[in-house]
């Protein structure tokens, strides 16, 4: 399979944080998105960004900015999906998702879903890591996705779907377990910026 195209999810309204774009929050000597570009880049062929309103406050990433197809904030689905349309338009057959606000993910996110969807038709897998409560905690921002099931999505949207793992578990999407429970740490709140800036 040709390595994946990246997306980054920068789509949300990032309330809990008093709005604008979590992504272009200062963490170390760049930003929140200035983290996530470093860890996926190396790790994909190309790499796009899913953010809506005005496309100019991104210009000096140098990056492709996707802004949702489905009006209204339909959650990282729509994100998912306008970067599935990108991908299809490069010709190729998937792409890795991550969210912007999540610095700190595995430098090895994009071999590990590749290893977790071997083998299906259309490969789909997303991030999961343990969890005392539950048993495993899933990261539905972080996945891989296949440009073939990007009209089935489409559809799905349409209907009112926002659930991820809903869409997932109905094609028998599988998940890429990472032991560090921390991987996943994302920033909701000017506590967890903090924190972030703690263990940068």
Same mark, same amino acid.
């Given at each position: 399979?040709?390595?994946?195209?990246?997306?980054?999810?920068?789509?949300?309204?990032?309330?809990?944080?008093?709005?604008?774009?979590?992504?272009?929050?200062?963490?170390?000597?760049?930003?929140? /998105?200035?983290? #996530?570009? !470093?860890? =996926?880049?190396?790790?994909? %062929?190309?790499? *796009?960004?899913?953010?809506?309103?005005? &496309? @100019?406050?991104?210009?000096?990433?140098?990056?492709?900015?996707?802004?949702?197809?489905?009006?209204?904030?339909?959650?990282? /689905?729509?994100? #998912?999906? !306008?970067? =599935?349309?990108?991908?299809? %338009?490069?010709? *190729?057959?998937?792409?890795?998702?991550? &969210? @912007?606000?999540?610095?700190?993910?595995?430098?090895?996110?994009?071999?590990?879903?590749?290893?977790?969807?071997?083998?299906?038709?259309?490969?789909?897998?997303?991030?999961?890591?343990?969890?005392?409560?539950?048993?495993?905690?899933?990261?539905?921002?972080?996945?891989?996705?296949?440009?073939?099931?990007?009209?089935?999505?489409?559809?799905?949207?349409?209907?009112?779907?926002?659930?991820?793992?809903?869409?997932?578990?109905?094609?028998?999407?599988?998940?890429?377990?990472?032991?560090?429970?921390?991987?996943?740490?994302?920033?909701?709140?000017?506590?967890?910026?903090?924190?972030?800036?703690?263990?940068?």
């Amino acid at each position: 399979m040709k390595q994946p195209l990246g997306v980054i999810l920068a789509g949300g309204q990032a309330t809990r944080m008093g709005g604008g774009d979590k992504g272009l929050l200062p963490l170390g000597q760049g930003t929140l /998105l200035s983290s #996530v570009i !470093a860890r =996926l880049e190396p790790q994909v %062929a190309a790499l *796009a960004l899913n953010a809506n309103g005005n &496309a @100019a406050r991104f210009a000096d990433l140098g990056l492709r900015v996707l802004p949702d197809s489905i009006e209204g904030f339909a959650g990282p /689905l729509a994100g #998912v999906l !306008a970067g =599935l349309d990108w991908a299809a %338009a490069q010709g *190729a057959e998937t792409i890795v998702t991550a &969210a @912007a606000d999540t610095p700190f993910f595995p430098c090895d996110l994009v071999p590990q879903l590749l290893l977790a969807a071997d083998g299906m038709t259309h490969p789909l897998a997303l991030a999961a890591t343990p969890d005392a409560q539950r048993g495993k905690a899933r990261h539905p921002t972080f996945g891989l996705w296949p440009v073939a099931l990007r009209d089935d999505l489409r559809a799905a949207l349409q209907g009112g779907l926002r659930k991820v793992v809903l869409w997932t578990q109905a094609h028998d999407g599988r998940e890429a377990l990472f032991p560090d429970e921390a991987a996943f740490f994302n920033v909701n709140t000017p506590e967890d910026l903090a924190k972030a800036e703690a263990m940068a």
